[in-house]
Each structure stands twice: as C-alpha cells, then as structure tokens.
C-alpha cells in the first residue's frame, strides 16, 4: 500500500485515474481516521471535531474548502509528530510504513465513510437532533472528519456532488439512526454504492 510522499490538493472534476490521485484519497482517508479516532468524545458530540481548519466560508469551490481541511490536517500530524515531514527528493509515492501509518488502515476500517449531498439536503435538524449535534443542521458532518469532495462530472452514478466523511466508531450508531431519519437521499454510509470513492479505496485494498 503506497501514500504520497507530498500531498496535493485533488482537482475539480477528479476521476483518480492515475495512481498518485488515488493515493491521495486514500492519504485523506487514513489521516481522517488517525486525526479523529483518538479526538472523538461521545460526551462532546457537536464540538469534538470542530475545534480546527475551520473552512474559509468565502472559498470559490467545496474543493477549496475540502483543501483548506486536509492540508491543515496532514501539516497538523506533521507537527505532532505522527507523520513524518519526508525530503523533497525521492519517488512520489511511499510505504505507509514511511508515513507513519502503518496502523492506519485497521483504524479506518474501524469507523464508516459517510456520503453527504448538500445539493439535496433539506435543512430541517433532523440529523443534528439524532446525533445530538455531531451532524449539524444541515446533516453535515463535522469539518475534521471531511475527506474529498467529488463532483458530479466525476462519478456517473449520480447528478449531484458528494463529500465523503469518516465516522469515528463512537458515533456510528447515532449516525446510522440520522441515515434512517433522512427523507431525501442526501445522507447515507458509503459502503455497498459503488460510488467512485468506494471502488478506489476498495481496489486500493483499505475498506472490506
């Protein structure tokens, strides 16, 4: 399994068609998981992952807000230490071992990628009322669980964009009663849709 040496931002319209863009997703993948496992507090639903890379509202695209969560993430657990900062020089793509993320994967696996359509939710505080706030009202999920965002240009299965999240296991069943609430399919777990996202890091070998 192989991570980028240096992360870069995904374009708009991204396919992960070619291997570095694919490592990439699955980089974000792993460092959601490994930033939010050990952060995430049943006790402090609406709070816990909302204390940093608040998204700059004004940005010109939700790839850029994505932008501003990942990088902020990935030079976060560079400075405590968890990933390494690697030399410019060598091969774009890394061991997850050289990463620091050798156990990354079992932590990811131990949460759910969740799929939220902004595009076809309805504000109406249904999944922040099932999940005492981790979902806002808006179903969002917090900020420091984000992982890509991909368009619908992108993924022809279906006509409006996608962000994809990861879900600490503490909150997965409040979230899955959110899932069951939700009357306008703009909330639901990744697993089992074939969406874009799903068959990368399945071929990439991190979810199953």
Same mark, same amino acid.
């Given at each position: 399994m192989l991570v980028p040496r240096h992360p870069h931002l995904l374009r708009r319209g991204e396919q992960f068609a070619d291997p570095v863009a694919r490592a990439t997703l699955a980089l974000y993948a792993l460092e959601a998981a490994v930033w939010c496992a050990p952060r995430a507090d049943h006790?402090?639903?609406?709070?816990? $992952? %909302?204390?940093?890379f608040t998204p700059y509202i004004f940005n010109e695209s939700r790839?850029?807000?994505?932008?501003?969560?990942?990088? #902020? %993430?990935h030079s976060a657990l560079q400075t405590s230490a968890v990933v390494p900062l690697l030399k410019v020089d #060598?091969?774009? /793509?890394?061991? $997850?071992?050289?990463?620091?993320?050798?156990?990354?994967?079992?932590?990811?696996?131990? #949460? %759910? /990628? $969740?799929?939220?359509?902004? !595009? =076809? &939710?309805?504000?109406?505080?249904? #999944?922040? &009322?099932? &999940?005492?706030?981790? $979902?806002?009202?808006? !179903?969002m999920p917090p900020w420091e669980t984000w992982i890509t965002y991909v368009d619908?240009?992108? !993924?022809?299965?279906v006509s409006e964009g996608y962000l994809v999240a990861w879900v600490p296991p503490v909150f997965v069943d409040s979230v899955s009663a959110a899932?069951?609430?939700?009357?306008?399919?703009? =909330?639901?777990w990744l697993d089992g849709t074939s969406l874009l996202v799903e068959r990368v890091l399945l071929d990439a070998g991190y979810l199953g």
């Open positions: 006790c402090a639903p609406q709070s816990c $992952l %909302r204390r940093q790839e850029d807000s994505i932008g501003d969560v990942v990088l #902020g %993430r #060598g091969p774009p /793509l890394v061991p $997850l071992r050289d990463m620091g993320l050798a156990q990354a994967p079992a932590i990811l696996r131990s #949460g %759910r /990628l $969740l799929v939220w359509h902004r !595009d =076809l &939710t309805v504000d109406d505080g249904a #999944g922040e &009322t099932e &999940t005492v706030g981790f $979902l806002d009202d808006s !179903d619908p240009s992108a !993924d022809s299965a899932v069951g609430v939700n009357a306008y399919s703009a =909330l639901y």
